[in-house]
């Protein structure tokens, strides 16, 4: 007799599956438990920011380690697809995912929502004496010295979003121009896009850039004033995406996954371990700890563009604005 919530494994599909996961460790390894459980079909993951899953699929093309790509920007995946690393599929439950958090020919499937923002510790501001950003140019003020950390965009999707959003803003001879500034400020450069976020909650700088929902994570859990802001002129957004590894060794097991990945039972797991992005499927309950894109001014940002000038504009970044980085850790 099946244990209660176990489905079984379905006809055709393999007992193991292996996942290259985007968002934070707690909501990969309760995504995996609950997979692993409904299906029985052995289920590990390797958590890895954008840049690396990027670099790791490169690196095994045609031999693949993973099955299936989930989560983490989808300019992730479309940098891949692009290099052949991706082989496009729309499951069944894509159907239900509006069309604007999908590639029309499958390459990839939004499974979450969420915006850039400020991520800031209240207390490190008022001894310095300002408030949480609410432009761009607030983070150039001069008592931000060695005051902000923000992720690296050769390695995170959360730091190329901050990088394209500039591009957006300003085009790109000025958002390099910009970038270049606020450098003067960084007092670090992490591999991984939420990892600023921690550093804000530990008191080691007052201002972090991270996707909003993120911040609120780490509020809760550290119990820290931290402030979520977001830019007066506009910001990016990420779609969290999913995505079918060209030559997965469990193609079948990788094919359930991310039907079920798509489901209101799954993607309501996230908000059980503090993951507060907006699910894609509408029929998914958005917790209300989520942060409202209503109430977010959103760049018209191109996902598509964007995933497209990755690889250059993130080389870019490194020989223009990392070559001259000066401060502890950069």
């Not at 997979?35 to 289920?43: D, E, N, S």
């Not at 693949?64 to 989560?71: K, L, Y």
């Not at 140019?137 to 500039?166: C, E, H, M, W």
């Not at 802001?229 to 997965?248: M, N």
Request: with cysteine; charged share 25%; aromatic share 10%.
């Amino acid at each position: 007799m099946l244990a209660a919530g176990f489905a079984g494994k379905p006809a055709n599909t393999e007992g193991e599956l292996v996942v290259l996961a985007g968002p934070q460790e707690d909501w990969a390894q309760a995504m995996v438990a609950a997979f692993q459980r409904k299906y029985g079909i052995k289920t590990t993951y390797v958590r890895m920011s954008s840049g690396e899953a990027l670099a790791r699929l490169r690196a095994e093309a045609g031999n693949p380690s993973f099955d299936v790509w989930w989560g983490g920007p989808n300019e992730g995946q479309m940098a891949a697809y692009a290099e052949g690393l991706i082989e496009p599929y729309a499951p069944p439950r894509a159907a239900e995912i509006p069309a604007e958090l999908k590639d029309k020919n499958g390459v990839w499937t939004g499974i979450y929502v969420g915006a850039l923002g400020f991520c800031s510790n209240k207390e490190l501001l008022d001894q310095i004496g300002i408030p949480a950003p609410t432009s761009w140019d607030d983070l150039l003020s001069p008592k931000l010295k060695n005051g902000i950390a923000v992720a690296d965009p050769r390695t995170s999707g959360t730091a190329y979003t901050f990088l394209y959003t500039q591009v957006v803003l300003r085009g790109e001879d000025a958002a390099f121009d910009y970038l270049k500034k606020v450098n003067d400020n960084i007092f670090q450069y992490t591999k991984s896009g939420s990892a600023p976020g921690r550093m804000a909650a530990a008191g080691e700088v007052p201002v972090a850039i991270i996707f909003s929902h993120d911040c609120v994570k780490f509020r809760e859990e550290t119990g820290v004033d931290l402030v979520v802001s977001f830019p007066k002129e506009g910001t990016g957004y990420e779609i969290g995406a999913e995505a079918l590894i060209k030559g997965a060794k469990h193609p079948n097991a990788a094919k359930l996954w991310m039907d079920w990945a798509l489901s209101p039972e799954a993607q309501a797991i996230a908000a059980t371990v503090k993951s507060y992005q907006v699910p894609s499927n509408p029929k998914t309950v958005v917790p209300k700890e989520a942060i409202s894109l209503d109430q977010v001014k959103l760049l018209p940002y191109d996902h598509e563009e964007s995933g497209k000038l990755r690889a250059r504009l993130s080389e870019r970044f490194g020989e223009e604005v990392r070559e001259g980085a000066a401060a502890p850790g950069k």
